[in-house]
């Protein structure tokens, strides 16, 4: 175990939590995170880094070159929070109702800020470092946006690596895994639209409620009889939306769909299936229909060599005992997998401990595992860039 490393890192450890408090305290959605990013920017200027701002939205790459060597290494976190009330008792509680960091993004921030100021002051590596900062990844949306925005030609890297909190894996130990390892997700909307009408007149309706309804019981035959048990797949109806009273036939309905799978021609099949099975419903109940597609998912792949090789640097730096090989894959999705289509790499999980799931309203990220998780980066980048 690295104990010089993981020490003097340590000593970052007040200023990271008052960096995470601050985020914490201002969370932001989706690609509207102005105020993060200059947050983030600012830190970075301070520190020496040549900061880009701007990048596919407000996405932030920061760069620093030390001596001669040619390699480059990329390094991701990401800062967007999620729509959702915190029902949390903190010091540092979400000022925002409706809006929190329950994902543990402003974590993830924190902790490559951590390692960038370790980076700049030691400047033991040789080559180029590059801190990629990234917003809209709950909506699936930042990652795409920045490398549409020329992120790795205008930001050369020979590798690329990302890493998340995972609530219910042992505290701070790292887990890994190549190939597959997180799912496509596809999140689609299905309007129908039928004929209001006076409740007590049904037969002067066409009900899109009453489709709705069907549509989602049919919806759930498509894992139930088209998935091999031994495949992964979900689709699921997270919200129905229909109608404000009890004596009106309502016009329209929304159904919102998150749809996820573990391989590429599965997702294929799966999303056929959604389409021909709203065709079929809404026709059966005379309704029109429009599926609203969102952002193509794309399946998570970690490189196996990159994966084998940051399992060993996280064995080496925090000891045999705190570095998992051959983690489970998980149904959750990461945009983080729109750079691994583009470069090699490999994105990690650090384990939480026994707290809420993230999304959950009362999820807390362990503030302890700062240093650790800002550590992790050190090493990697110490390792990759080599003297």
């Known amino acids: 175990m690295k104990e010089k490393l993981l020490s003097r890192v340590s000593t970052f450890q007040d200023e990271m939590k008052e960096w995470m408090d601050v985020m914490h305290q201002n969370p932001e959605l989706n690609m509207d995170t102005l105020e993060t990013a200059k947050f983030i920017a600012g830190k970075l200027n301070s520190w020496g880094y040549a900061v880009e701002e701007g990048i596919g939205g407000t996405g932030i790459v920061a760069s620093m070159t030390v001596g001669d060597g040619e390699k480059a290494i990329g390094l991701r976190a990401d800062f967007d ?61 930042g990652a795409p946006a920045m490398v549409a925005d020329g992120l790795f030609e205008r930001f050369p890297v020979d590798a690329v690596y990302g890493m998340h909190n995972m609530p219910g894996l042992p505290l701070g130990k790292f887990h890994f895994r190549e190939g597959e390892t997180m799912a ?70 929304i159904l919102r769909l998150s749809i996820r799978n573990m391989e590429a021609g599965l997702r294929t099949m799966v999303l056929d299936k959604v389409r021909s099975i709203t065709k079929a419903q809404a026709e059966a109940f005379n309704c029109g229909y429009e599926i609203h597609e969102g952002v193509a998912g794309a399946v998570l792949v970690n490189t196996p060599e990159n994966t084998q090789w940051a399992y060993k640097v996280a064995q080496e730096t925090f000891g045999e005992e ?66």
């Not at 993830?108 to 100021?117: D, E, I, N, Q, R």
């Not at 999705?333 to 750079?339: I, L, N, T, V």
């Open 322 to 387: 705190n570095a998992v090989y051959g983690m489970h894959p998980y149904m959750g999705s990461e945009d983080f997998a729109f750079m691994l289509q583009k470069k090699a790499g490999t994105y990690c999980m650090m384990g939480n401990g026994d707290t809420f799931m993230v999304h959950h309203p009362k999820y807390v990220f362990n503030q302890d595992l700062l240093s650790r998780g800002a550590t992790y980066w050190v090493a990697l980048t110490e390792a990759y860039l080599s003297c």
């Open 184 to 253: 496509a997700v596809d999140n689609w909307a299905i309007e129908l639209t039928g004929k209001g009408s006076h409740g007590s007149m049904p037969e002067l309706s066409i009900d899109p409620l009453v489709c709705g309804a069907s549509l989602v019981m049919a919806l759930q035959t498509i894992v139930s009889r088209n998935v091999s048990p031994w495949k992964n797949s979900v689709v699921n109806v997270g919200a129905f939306q229909s109608g404000i009273a009890g004596n009106a036939v309502p016009q329209k309905a």
């Open 81 to 141: 929070a999620l729509p959702i009330t915190e029902d949390n008792d903190l010091p540092y509680k979400s000022r925002n109702e409706g809006r929190a960091h329950l994902c543990g993004h402003d974590a993830h921030s924190t902790m490559l800020l951590g390692a960038a100021k370790y980076l700049a002051e030691t400047r033991d590596f040789n080559g180029t470092v590059r801190l990629i900062f990234q917003p809209g990844e709950e909506t699936m949306e």
